[in-house]
């Protein structure tokens, strides 16, 4: 019968190439999680020293894929000492209140050619939005690379208020970048 | 008639005048304020206004050059005269080496510079703390030295005036031009 065949060659193949493939751990010694932002018309960048992320992501199994990325916001690097210390008070990130920025996908869609396209969502101080995050994902045997970018707008996330709330020195838009390299699990 | 100066070599030197204090008292301000959006938005101004008079230093110096500035007067011992030109060299030294040192610092310190927010001015040194610190250092060194040279030359024109009693103040007025 056709369909006990094709469970049968299923439950044959896909514990292989599920374990095989499926890329779990985060090497944080090549993963980057960057930020570029515009002040008073100049592109700024900064970056996020610390962040986890849990992972399951196998190319052939994307309706099983999983990705929590949480950012320690108390790690930022603004490009100043000053900006460090600013960005951690109440009108921004207010690190004691909400110390994690989180990302959880809750679906994985191939776009074709190495290009996929995470939906999920994002909180920030308090506030969740619903996001697509563009990634492209390169294996090399062991581990993968994923590259990607995306805009947020800080209003929407109550990033920079008061005196800040104004976009005429910072402006709305922050594109955060990443490379998240990931090894298969053992 | 005495020679005077240029209206061109006049403007210049007033106009530069105004700009150089405006710069030096904002320098010397806004480094002290906490990190605000005004502190930002001064900081871009005070870039933007040094981009702007190291240009106008360039254009000066080229005009200088090319016209001769009237001579000193004949009763200055040679003492005062090479004193009068070292001072002359030392400002115009400060005038190009501040605005150089303030472009560096911003690179070393991660902060580029955006002529009115329009021109990129290319970053010549990759980021770097220390270097940065160490042109910090620089940059406010230059600009004592500087105020200091301000001070003698300001008050060199007011000996000039009121105690030698000759046309070196004068001449160099927006009104003398308009008799001669």
Redesign the interface.
């Known amino acids: 019968m056709k369909p006990t065949f094709l469970a049968l060659t299923l439950a044959a193949t896909l514990p292989w190439s599920a374990y095989a493939a499926e890329y779990r751990q985060i090497q944080a010694d090549q993963s980057a999680i960057t930020f570029v932002y515009q002040?008073?018309?100049?592109?700024?960048?900064g970056k996020f020293r610390r962040f986890t992320a849990q992972l399951q992501f196998d190319p052939e199994r994307l309706e099983s894929a999983q990705a929590t990325v949480e950012v320690d916001l108390a790690s930022i690097d603004t490009?100043?000492a000053?900006?460090d210390?600013?960005v951690a008070g109440k009108t921004w990130f207010d690190t004691s209140a909400f110390p994690t920025a989180r990302f959880v996908a809750s679906r994985v869609k191939a776009l074709g050619d190495h290009r996929y396209e995470a939906t999920g969502q994002l909180t920030i101080k308090g506030k969740t939005q619903d996001i697509v995050v563009p990634a492209t994902f390169a294996a090399q045997g062991q581990s993968g690379v994923f590259d990607g970018r995306f805009t947020l707008r800080r209003a929407d996330f109550a990033i920079g208020q008061g005196?800040?709330a104004?976009f005429?020195?910072?402006a709305n838009d922050v594109q955060i970048q990443f490379r998240l390299t990931a090894r298969t699990g053992e | 008639m005495t020679p005077h100066y240029t209206p061109v070599a006049k403007t210049l030197h007033w106009l530069m005048a105004v700009l150089l204090f405006g710069l030096l008292a904002l320098g010397f301000t806004m480094t002290d304020l906490p990190?605000?959006?005004?502190k930002?938005?001064l900081?871009?101004w005070h870039k933007w206004a040094g981009v702007t008079v190291f240009l106008l230093v360039l254009f000066r110096l080229a005009w200088r050059a090319t016209h001769r500035p009237p001579p000193l007067p004949d009763h200055l011992p040679k003492m005062m005269r090479f004193a009068a030109h070292a001072g002359h060299a030392l400002l115009y030294l400060l005038m190009l080496a501040i605005p150089l040192s303030g472009w560096l610092m911003s690179s070393a310190?991660?902060?580029?510079?955006?002529w009115f927010?329009?021109l990129?001015i290319p970053d010549l040194l990759d980021?770097d703390k220390e270097l940065g610190d160490l042109l910090q250092t620089v940059h406010l060194s230059l600009n004592l030295l500087f105020v200091a040279v301000i001070v003698g030359h300001i008050g060199a024109a007011l000996k000039h005036h009121f105690i030698d009693r000759d046309d070196v103040l004068t001449r160099m007025l927006p009104t003398r031009n308009l008799e001669s």
Not at chain 2, 35 to 38: D, M, T
Not at chain 2, 109 to 114: A, E, L, N, P
């Open positions: 002040q008073m018309g100049v592109a700024m960048e490009g100043s000053d900006g210390q600013e005196p800040w104004a005429d020195v910072v | 990190l605000s959006p005004q930002l938005q900081y871009s310190k991660g902060f580029q510079t955006v927010g329009v990129p980021k």
